[in-house]
């Protein structure tokens, strides 16, 4: 899956730059983005009595440039760093890298055409607890459009798929393997220009697949009773079990945006998730204030 | 001695009439919002109908992704040149209906400018970068103007006269005709204060949104 993945990705760069007369490699880009993340439930758990709440630090960058294929069409190529820092559970500290090919089309000349956009990125996040360092690779499909001089929409399907070690053993009947997961994004985007300087954003992403939650020993057989467990594990950071199945999910997420130049600004985003497998509901919501750069 | 006297009385004397006949005055135009906001980029000009010229030394850069300046006024026939200074590609259009036209995909400085020969408002955007956009208001008149950040600006070589100064802004509400008003020249500096009602326009998002990721 991954290999073929991978051709998918190389066959499309080297396709489109192959195609491009005229094309030529543009502006460069240079993003970056200081946060700082309030979360409650950060270990998704089902039970009220068993949540963990953290705040993280985290800074990512983003490096690379664009590529013009023509009027229409661009293509960029980055490579994105990022590291996270938790308050209380240290051990979730992680550092990412990874890689982004994303193609752009524009159906026409004018403000109102709308694009069509396609993302292939993996990423590595190696976290502090090795056992949870996991493989992501991540592919998406966007569509948007400008509605007014306000408004945008925007819509996009993702697929993601995660690799990572499997556990040890605690269920015998059941795979130890958590962190191998696949699940499916289609998620539903507002934009919306208050005034010049500020942006309302709101988005819904419903979530079709894998998912992990960690609970105390004590709830485990509360799960295991009523949920279809794919996969169960040894949990070292909130000290009981890490479990994988499958579900669906609602993401309701809104942030407000201040641009501080025309290359930064202030985004406050709060994410609530709303996930639900058989019987049990998973409900996790973040805070995140950010500064970010954009050359 | 005398005779020289006399010939420089007579110049001066000439020189100071001619001044009271050709004498220029100014109008001091402040344009504000109907929250008393000044006006930045409001064109001020004078309602008549002059010919045509053939101007082409208007410049409208782009620097940074931005055009400069964000609003142009050109005498009818003018002709204007785009040059492209950032180290990238930028692909300049319009759809209005006073002057459509494309610079397709381009760096440096386009071949020939655009003319601009038919008078009203012309919008022009990039088709690569969403925001940047600019207004070129074409006007059938030399005496033109545009307002500062302050909302000031001054029209000036104006002869005693019956005058309908006219201001247009890209994000005002109604006709232009709501945003004139008649003078009479006829002391040296007079003061006119527009008060524009401006509508909800904005150029596309450009500053960084929050990457935060989504789900788990």
């Not at chain 1, 209380?88 to 994303?102: K, S």
């Not at chain 1, 709830?219 to 169960?232: F, G, P, R, Y």
């Not at chain 2, 001695?1 to 100071?16: A, G, N, P, R, V």
């Amino acid at each position: 899956m991954n290999k073929l993945f991978s051709l998918i990705v190389i066959f499309m760069f080297l396709s489109t730059a192959a195609a491009a007369e005229q094309g030529e490699w543009v502006e460069w880009i240079a993003d970056a983005q200081l946060s700082y993340t309030s979360i409650e439930n950060l270990n998704l758990s089902a039970f009220s009595d068993d949540t963990h709440s953290d705040e993280q630090l985290a800074f990512s960058g983003i490096v690379g440039r664009f590529y013009q294929l023509n009027g229409f069409t661009r293509m960029s190529l980055t490579l994105e760093l990022e590291a996270e820092k938790y308050q209380d559970f240290d051990a979730m500290d992680n550092r990412q890298f990874g890689a982004n090919f994303g193609l752009r089309h524009k159906f026409g000349l004018g403000f109102y055409q709308p694009y069509l956009q396609f993302n292939a990125n993996y990423r590595h996040k190696e976290v502090e607890w090795d056992a949870n360092s996991i493989d992501i690779l991540f592919s998406n499909l966007e569509v948007g459009r400008h509605i007014t001089n306000q408004l945008t929409l925007a819509a996009s399907l993702d697929f993601t798929s995660t690799t990572g070690k499997a556990g040890p053993v605690i269920v015998p009947e059941l795979s130890s393997d958590v962190y191998e997961q696949s699940y499916i994004h289609l998620t539903f985007f507002v934009d919306y220009i208050l005034s010049q300087d500020w942006l309302l954003s709101a988005s819904y992403a419903r979530r079709q697949g894998d998912f992990q939650s960690s609970c105390s020993k004590e709830n485990v057989a509360k799960v295991l009773e009523v949920e279809k467990v794919s996969a169960i594990t040894k949990d070292d950071i909130f000290g009981g079990c890490v479990y994988k199945l499958d579900g669906g999910s609602n993401i309701y997420s809104a942030s407000l945006s201040y641009s501080l130049t025309n290359h930064s600004g202030i985004n406050f985003v709060m994410e609530h998730y709303q996930g639900k497998a058989d019987v049990l509901d998973y409900h996790n919501t973040s805070y995140l204030l950010s500064f970010n750069y954009r050359y | 001695m005398k005779i020289f006297q006399f010939t420089t009385w007579c110049f001066i004397s000439l020189f100071l009439m001619l001044s009271w006949f050709t004498h220029a005055n100014t109008i001091k135009v402040s344009v504000i919002d109907d929250k008393k906001n000044p006006v930045e980029f409001a064109v001020i000009y004078v309602k008549e109908t002059l010919p045509k010229v053939s101007d082409n030394s208007v410049v409208i850069d782009q620097v940074d992704k931005e055009f400069i300046p964000y609003v142009t006024v050109v005498q009818r026939g003018s002709a204007i040149n785009f040059p492209n200074n950032d180290e990238i590609r930028h692909q300049v259009y319009s759809f209005s209906k006073s002057k459509q036209f494309e610079l397709p995909l381009y760096s440096g400085n386009p071949s020939s400018p655009i003319v601009f020969d038919k008078k009203g408002v012309v919008a022009m955007a990039c088709n690569i970068h969403d925001w940047m956009k600019a207004y070129i208001y074409v006007v059938d008149t030399n005496k033109f103007t545009i307002s500062d950040k302050l909302g000031q600006a001054v029209l000036t070589n104006l002869a005693k006269g019956q005058y309908e100064v006219v201001v247009w802004h890209p994000k005002a509400k109604g006709s232009e005709q709501l945003n004139a008003q008649q003078i009479n020249i006829s002391d040296d500096e007079q003061e006119l204060v527009f008060t524009v009602a401006q509508k909800s326009q904005f150029k596309a998002w450009r500053s960084p949104k929050s990457t935060m990721r989504r789900g788990y």
